[in-house]
């Protein structure tokens, strides 16, 4: 199957959960993110702002940020060229809908910019980024959603740690097809597993 092919059925299942159940599975997927030795030490969270039918973000944001974590979220800074950078907030109310609808922090002469005067690799090394996806395989391989914005992101901040979180629905049982640009991640966490 191709990517888009992939894309379309895996988005079908997920979209056929119900409210109830994303927000049962997300609390479990939540429970095992907490117990990950990198997400516990990591002084600097990368994370969405979940939309739609992914797993819940806004709990994990609250943590963070209750635990004193510098939470940054994505704001779409160039669609043609697939750019984005991670913007600090304080809270949920920085965020607002932008890109497709998707709830972002506002970017102004204000903002703290993650990686923006960064002197050496530590911000890097202390920083965890929760990667959204549609689809994933056993290899710890994904596919988006086609923009292209996570590969960037990564391929410039390669000593950050990485988690996605899916349903196990979003799991796929043969190899998911990969391109050059493509990551893989450290871990995918599922309601019922943690993959490494």
Do not use: W
């Not at 049962?24 to 979940?50: G, H, M, P, T, V």
């Not at 980024?129 to 290899?139: I, K, Q």
């Amino acid at each position: 199957m191709t990517k888009a092919e992939i894309r379309k059925e895996i988005l079908a299942k997920r979209d056929s959960l119900t409210e109830d159940e994303i927000s049962s599975k997300s609390r479990a997927i939540f429970e095992k993110l907490l117990c990950q030795d990198e997400y516990k030490e990591a002084e600097n969270i990368l994370i969405y702002a979940s939309f739609g039918s992914e797993v819940r973000t806004d709990e994990i944001i609250l943590d963070s940020l209750a635990r004193g974590k510098n939470v940054y979220c994505p704001k779409v800074t160039d669609r043609k060229n697939g750019e984005m950078k991670f913007v600090k907030i304080m809270s949920l109310e920085d965020l607002s809908k932008g890109y497709f609808g998707i709830r972002e922090p506002e970017l102004n002469e204000d903002s703290v910019v993650f990686g923006d005067n960064v002197s050496d690799d530590a911000c890097l090394c202390k920083a965890l980024v929760v990667v959204p996806g549609v689809a994933f395989d056993r290899h710890l391989d994904r596919i988006g959603y086609s923009g292209g914005f996570y590969d960037r992101f990564l391929d410039k901040n390669e000593s950050v740690n990485t988690i996605a979180l899916a349903f196990d629905v979003q799991i796929v049982d043969y190899d998911i097809p990969r391109e050059m640009h493509d990551k893989s991640l450290q871990i995918i966490i599922t309601e019922e597993h943690v993959l490494v």
